[in-house]
């Protein structure tokens, strides 16, 4: 079984052809991605319009080099998967309109992924992994706690009530005058920052909820800015490491949480599990590892080439689905909003 994978919801395009491999892992044949951060970086954020314009000027060549790098025709194929959401919507009608183009054409399967979901299954194509396990999903728009159940069958056991980690750290590195993306970029100045030098909060830590909250930090933050204005380099460094250490401490006292709720709604964890580009932060990794050998569990994350968004991560999603008969028709629809778990019914 191969599988075509198309992603077009933010501001990476990318397609990728995946097969089952062994030990219920993936193989992935190619994975061809290509990143819009030059276009967007005199903005500081992404830009829809600009987005969704080069998704059509390089969509098509870039599905023709992952079916070739796989050494396949399209006929080989024996699935179209593509996100349809969320994600801002004109990237995602690019690429579900692309993928019906494509399953219409070669008579294959379609198969409408949710984004999410794939992110929450990477850790089955790299590591064939068993449920249930306890997933961290922490991008630029999400950040969730869910217990991972099996395909189609997510629980949530907390979320962000306002930013999203990896949007934290954006516009902490806009407030600071940081490079685009902003995550890498606070990580890096971090490096050489004194962690303790700021006393920032840490929202909602103790709560029964395995919720987060992000906002109030980032506006102890830039008081903090206001405060020594104009900064220094070692200003910024501290800055981002005191944030970034604050984050750290919140994650992980949410995650204590979640490990706890997790026994009512899903049982023993097979391991941790955390995905999104957040998860290619190094402070936040070896936390979660310390804090997965403290429950003894394994710890399992994508290698940072599949942190980010990518196609590999929506073929594999689209195997998942299409061996359980999941496919989709040609009226599947594009999703700027698509919440994929479920809340958990905790008292």
């Given at each position: 079984m191969n599988v075509l994978g198309i992603e077009t919801t933010c501001d990476e395009t990318a397609a990728a052809v995946v097969a089952p491999g062994e030990n219920g892992r993936g193989r992935i044949l190619s994975n061809e991605v290509l990143s819009q951060i030059a276009e967007h970086a005199a903005y500081g954020g992404v830009v829809p319009e600009i987005a969704a314009r080069a998704h059509v000027e390089v969509l098509d060549r870039l599905i023709d080099r992952a079916v070739s790098?796989?050494?396949?025709?399209?006929?080989?194929?024996?699935g179209i998967a593509v996100a349809a959401g969320p994600g801002l919507i004109g990237g995602v009608l690019i690429g579900l309109v692309t993928a019906k183009t494509l399953a219409l054409v070669t008579r294959k399967p379609l198969i409408a992924v949710n984004h999410l979901e794939a992110h929450a299954l990477t850790a089955r194509l790299t590591d064939g992994i068993g449920f249930p396990y306890l997933l961290l999903l922490a991008s630029g728009g999400h950040t969730q706690l869910v217990a991972v159940k099996g395909v189609g069958d997510y629980v949530r056991l907390g979320t962000t009530i306002d930013d999203a980690i990896g949007e934290a750290f954006d516009k902490v590195a806009k407030l600071l005058g940081l490079g685009y993306p902003g995550g890498p970029e606070v990580e890096?100045?971090?490096?050489?920052?004194?962690?303790?030098?700021?006393?920032?909060?840490?929202?909602?830590?103790?709560r029964r909820e395995a919720n987060f909250s992000l906002s109030g930090l980032k506006t102890a933050l830039r008081i903090e800015a206001e405060k020594l204005a104009p900064l220094s380099t070692a200003d910024v460094a501290d800055l981002c490491a005191s944030f970034q250490a604050a984050v750290v401490d919140v994650v992980v006292d949410r995650l204590r949480v979640a490990m706890r709720d997790f026994a009512t709604v899903a049982g023993h964890p097979t391991a941790l599990v955390a995905a999104g580009g957040v998860a290619a932060n190094g402070a936040i990794r070896r936390a979660l590892t310390t804090q997965a050998g403290e429950a003894g569990l394994a710890f399992v994350a994508p290698p940072l080439a599949l942190c980010g968004d990518n196609g590999a991560m929506i073929a594999w999603a689209g195997i998942e689905r299409l061996r359980l008969g999941l496919v989709d028709d040609l009226t599947a629809p594009a999703r700027a909003r698509w919440p994929f778990a479920e809340p958990a019914a905790i008292a």
């Open positions: 790098g796989a050494g396949l025709t399209l006929a080989q194929v024996d890096r100045m971090a490096e050489t920052g004194d962690p303790e030098r700021f006393a920032l909060p840490r929202p909602m830590l103790g």
